[in-house]
């Protein structure tokens, strides 16, 4: 097994406090905030490819929860980054909104590892209590334990 969820938390890739109004702008948001070292190559070029799969067909989950991401030659890992907005983001098909965005870069060869970790991401999310925990963390570092300690859980 390769890459498991905890091990590619990053606290510097949550943005806590998402500025964007649109959909569009939170991806902008959450790839600015996953290029830190050279994770990311071609930050724009991985913006436009996860544009270009969320036109294809949402990955809103409900709940206030989406799961964006591109199967991309752009890492060479996965690279998770996390928005969250109080407000939400229009980001479903018919204008719902999303609070807690989950932005994944995988590498096309990685894509055994990458339904494992959406799988445990989607656990997470779907229990009420966590959602309501990952909206009232107060730091990135605090939302990150959050995820770690559930994702520990599950294993």
Do not use: W
Not at 64 to 87: E, K, M, N, W, Y
Not at 90 to 95: A, D, E, L, T, V
């Amino acid at each position: 097994m390769g890459a498991k969820l905890t091990d590619l938390l990053d606290e510097r890739h949550v943005v806590l406090e998402l500025r964007a109004e649109t959909r569009d702008e939170a991806l902008r948001e959450i790839v600015a905030a996953m290029n830190h070292g050279d994770e990311l190559r071609e930050p724009e070029k991985l913006l436009a490819q996860v544009r270009a799969r969320e036109e294809e067909q949402t990955t809103f989950m409900g709940d206030g929860v989406a799961f964006p991401h591109a199967r991309t030659d752009l890492v060479a890992q996965i690279v998770l980054g996390v928005g969250r907005s109080a407000q939400g983001v229009p980001f479903g098909k018919n204008g719902e909104r999303a609070h807690l965005i989950f932005l994944i870069a995988v590498p096309r060869r990685m894509i055994t590892d990458y339904l494992v970790f959406v799988g445990a991401l989607a656990r997470i999310a779907k229990e009420k209590a966590n959602r309501e925990a990952l909206l009232a963390a107060a730091t990135p570092a605090e939302f990150v334990e959050l995820l770690r300690t559930s994702a520990l859980l599950l294993e």
